[in-house]
């Protein structure tokens, strides 16, 4: 990981990891950061430095504030605070808050898995297929 992180543009993890597999020293500017495993608040991807460095997005603040193992132990490390979330998805899709603030910022997007978003993938395949 170590040496895979820096070169990538986009780095993402889906793992029921409990330790840190990325490390914030090793995002570059401009990389963005997809976490959708450790969905338990003993579950971590990441170390606290990953959130610092980022502009944070979520599905959900309810599933964030919750769920989230990255953002929960940065939090109780008082690495990060709630108050950092840049927005949830719903904010970012109707235009209520921006994304990427500019081509160097390091993104990270954290899900844990919000119903809503399983809905809206079974009602798109059920559209694409009554389509065809």
């Not at 895979?4 to 914030?24: F, K, M, N, W, Y």
């Not at 995002?27 to 980022?54: I, K, N, W, Y």
Request: proline fraction near 3%; charged fraction near 25%.
């Amino acid at each position: 990981m170590e040496t895979a992180v820096p070169q990538a543009d986009i780095i993402s993890c889906a793992t029921l990891s409990t330790e840190s597999l990325v490390r914030g020293e090793w995002l570059q500017p401009g990389s963005h950061l997809d976490l959708v495993g450790a969905f338990r608040p003993t579950m971590r991807e990441t170390d606290s430095q990953c959130l610092v460095r980022s502009e944070v997005f979520v599905d959900t603040y309810a599933g964030a504030m919750g769920e989230a193992g990255d953002i929960l132990q940065a939090i109780n490390e008082g690495a990060f605070s709630e108050t950092s979330l840049r927005a949830d998805l719903a904010e970012l899709i109707r235009g209520d808050k921006p994304g990427r603030t500019n081509d160097e910022a390091i993104t990270l997007f954290k899900s844990v898995g919000a119903s809503l978003e399983d809905l809206a993938a079974a009602i798109e395949v059920w559209e694409t297929l009554e389509n065809n």
